[in-house]
T-cell receptor
């Protein structure tokens, strides 16, 4: 079993929908949680990171961490076709040498 | 300002040949990382360099893989005697030391072993 599990999708939604992307993990030592967006044939781009449990909002994006359930989410409001990409969750432990453990990514398509 | 630069962007090599992949990090970033992304897989950590400290090589999959970083800047990932299972995208990233949560990736080197 992988340390980080993520549904690969694809997930297809209409423009303007609220998108929910999720990851579960097994290592309770993870303290930092990130979401990356990756367009086709491009490198991952950091969207947000959060420390420990709680919510963090940045524009149309909201990240949530529930450490008790070992579950993290990324919500995208008012989704746009330009949001079509693969979304990767990543996490690391404190003092882990900045080594990130990634999910496999969820492919999102926002349709007009 | 330039981002993380990687070369070559694409490489096709014959099984058994050696390949070198180059990474030029963002100027001033002290930390440099190599990850591998195979089809349908998440990013897999390979190696991490931080300043003059000994690198964290714990992710290198075999002794055919090695990496060095010269002068605290440019890094080269070398794969010897390539195998077909080495086909993947090799991603380099860099960050400031104390902001390991803000890691910037290059666009990757796409390696195909035939």
């Amino acid at each position: 079993q992988k340390e980080v599990e993520q549904d690969p999708g694809p997930l297809s939604v209409p423009e303007g929908a609220i998108v929910s992307l999720n990851c579960t993990y097994s290592n309770s030592a993870f303290q930092y949680f990130m979401w990356y967006r990756q367009y086709s044939r491009k490198g991952p781009e950091l969207l947000m990171y959060t420390y420990s449990s709680g919510n963090k909002e940045d524009g149309r994006f909201t990240a949530q961490v529930d450490k008790s359930s070992k579950y993290i989410s990324l919500f995208i409001r008012d989704s746009q076709p330009s949001d079509s990409a693969t979304y990767l969750c990543a996490m690391r432990v404190t003092g882990g040498g900045n080594k990130l453990t990634f999910g496999t990514g969820t492919q999102l398509k926002v349709e007009l | 300002g330039a981002g993380v630069s990687q070369s070559p962007s694409n490489k096709v090599t014959e099984k058994g040949k050696d390949v070198e992949l180059r990474c030029d990090p963002i100027s001033g970033h002290t930390a440099l990382y190599w990850y591998r992304q195979s089809l349908g897989q998440g990013l897999e950590f390979l190696i991490y360099f931080q300043g003059n400290s000994a690198p964290d090589k714990s992710g290198l999959p075999s002794d055919r893989f090695s990496a060095e970083r010269t002068g605290g800047s440019v890094s080269t990932l070398t794969i010897q005697r390539t195998q077909q299972e080495d086909s993947a995208v090799y991603l380099c990233a860099s960050s400031f030391y104390d902001t390991g949560n803000t890691i910037y990736f290059g666009e990757g080197s796409w390696l195909t072993v035939v």
